[in-house]
């Protein structure tokens, strides 16, 4: 199956800083979205970007289809903005599950 | 904004004993989905359903497992004998109008099988 991999897997940063978390597939997609993982374990939609880029507040991503990677940019990050982020694409060829990757940890500390 | 909606947010259970997670979600949706997230680990599929059958299922979705659209709001998974392993965060997904369209996720249900 299709496999995503995540960097970096942890990540602390100081209130403020600005981050870029990366996102590798191995298989074309049709759907990849962001999510953001908060304390109590909801899932957060954050991006629905199989390719190109969008940007919400703080947050944008960029999603390079043809070299099977995404981005997310975090900046002028808060307190507010730990968790895990998690990125997760289907499968293509006819299945439409979601496989996530293992996550990046963000930890931002004041 | 309309949300999935998930109940209860936390159950505890017996082991051995059949649980029923319950789902509403997004009114003019019509692909459904069970996601489960074992404590530390990665969100993993179990199960699609579309036009009242299963689409897709994963190898944890076993014969232990069934979901069921009772009517026109409601998705349910039931756990006919759970077992320690099944303690997990279990998420209800659903998407409009094609496959590939966004998965909206609910806030989870935390079972505890003691």
């Known amino acids: 199956g299709i496999q995503v991999e995540q960097s970096p897997p942890d990540l602390i940063l100081q209130e403020g800083a600005n981050s870029t978390l990366r996102c590798n597939f191995s298989?074309?997609?049709?759907?990849l979205q962001w999510f953001h993982q908060n304390p109590w374990g909801q899932l957060i939609n954050l991006f629905y970007i199989p390719s190109g880029t969008k940007q919400n507040g703080r947050l944008s991503a960029t999603t390079v289809a043809t070299e099977r990677y995404s981005l997310l940019y975090i900046s002028s990050s808060q307190t507010t903005d730990s968790g895990v982020y998690f990125c997760?694409?289907?499968?293509?060829?006819?299945?439409?599950?979601?496989?996530f990757g293992k996550g990046t940890k963000l930890s931002v500390i004041p | 904004e309309p949300e999935v909606t998930q109940t209860p947010s936390h159950q505890v259970t017996q082991m051995g004993q059949e649980v029923i997670l319950r789902c509403v979600p997004i009114s003019n949706h019509l692909y459904f989905y069970w996601y489960r997230q074992i404590l530390g680990q990665k969100v993993e599929f179990l199960v699609s359903?579309?036009?009242?059958?299963?689409?897709?299922k994963s190898e944890i979705f076993d014969d232990q497992f069934s979901v069921e659209r009772p009517d026109g709001s409601n998705f349910t998974l039931k756990i006919r004998s759970t077992k320690l392993e099944d303690s997990a965060m279990y998420f209800c997904?659903?998407?409009?109008?094609?496959?590939?369209?966004?998965?909206?996720f609910g806030p989870g249900t935390r079972l505890t099988v003691l």
């Open positions: 997904a659903s998407s409009g109008a094609t496959w590939t369209d966004t998965q909206y």
């Open positions: 997760a694409v289907d499968s293509g060829a006819g299945s439409y599950q979601l496989t």
């Open positions: 298989d074309s997609v049709n759907n």
């Open positions: 359903f579309y036009n009242n059958e299963i689409s897709e």
